[in-house]
């Protein structure tokens, strides 16, 4: 499984809206696009990473950047995980696990092995043409991002637009 790598083109894959509908990862490119991969909805670590990047999302629009949570849950627990936090931003559901084999962080030891398939915790900045400019994978699903190393790569993004 080939590892998704700063400098390179994301894969574009289809994810499932939490309305149930198909969306091609390249029909949000245009925009700086944060990607935060999640391995389950509901579990405290990944409560505490969405509700971070909720809180934080204006942060972002102000930079021109947009916000989504990936994950391998149903799109009907997205949903109601969503409304339960009171997410702004889009969740899409990889339950055929496309993304997280085509980025390279599929996850088959969560819970010592027990759940297979899951997503490493990972996030990913992308430009406008949809290239990679930030990249950070956690071996350790408790281990939330550095948030303020995100902001930086979207202001970086930022800074580089203006300067054009």
Same mark, same amino acid.
């Given at each position: 499984?080939?590892?998704?790598?700063?400098?390179?083109?994301?894969? /574009?894959?289809?994810?499932?809206?939490?309305?149930?509908?198909?969306?091609?990862?390249?029909?949000?490119?245009?925009?700086?696009?944060?990607?935060?991969?999640?391995?389950?909805?509901?579990?405290?670590?990944?409560?505490?990473?969405?509700?971070?990047?909720?809180?934080?999302?204006?942060?972002?629009? &102000?930079?021109? &950047?947009?916000? +989504?949570?990936?994950? $391998? %849950?149903?799109?009907?627990?997205?949903?109601?995980?969503?409304?339960?936090?009171?997410?702004?931003?889009?969740?899409?559901? %990889?339950?055929?696990?496309?993304?997280?084999?085509?980025?390279?962080?599929? /996850?088959?030891?969560?819970?010592?092995?027990?759940?297979?398939?899951?997503?490493?915790?990972?996030?990913?900045?992308?430009?406008? %043409?949809? +290239?990679? $400019?930030?990249?950070? $994978?956690?071996?350790?699903?408790?281990?939330?991002? /550095?948030?303020? &190393? $995100?902001?930086?790569?979207?202001?970086?993004?930022?800074?580089?637009?203006?300067?054009?």
């Amino acid at each position: 499984m080939a590892e998704v790598r700063v400098g390179d083109q994301a894969p /574009d894959v289809t994810l499932v809206s939490w309305d149930r509908k198909a969306v091609r990862l390249s029909s949000l490119w245009g925009q700086p696009l944060v990607l935060a991969f999640f391995p389950a909805a509901f579990t405290p670590v990944c409560t505490r990473e969405m509700c971070a990047f909720r809180d934080q999302l204006s942060a972002f629009e &102000a930079q021109g &950047a947009r916000v +989504v949570g990936i994950s $391998v %849950d149903s799109p009907f627990a997205l949903r109601a995980f969503a409304e339960q936090q009171e997410l702004t931003f889009p969740l899409l559901s %990889d339950f055929n696990r496309e993304a997280v084999r085509a980025f390279g962080i599929e /996850d088959n030891e969560l819970l010592g092995g027990l759940l297979r398939g899951a997503s490493k915790r990972a996030v990913f900045v992308l430009d406008s %043409d949809g +290239v990679v $400019v930030y990249r950070w $994978v956690s071996e350790d699903p408790r281990v939330e991002p /550095d948030y303020e &190393a $995100v902001r930086r790569a979207v202001e970086q993004l930022g800074a580089a637009r203006s300067k054009k």
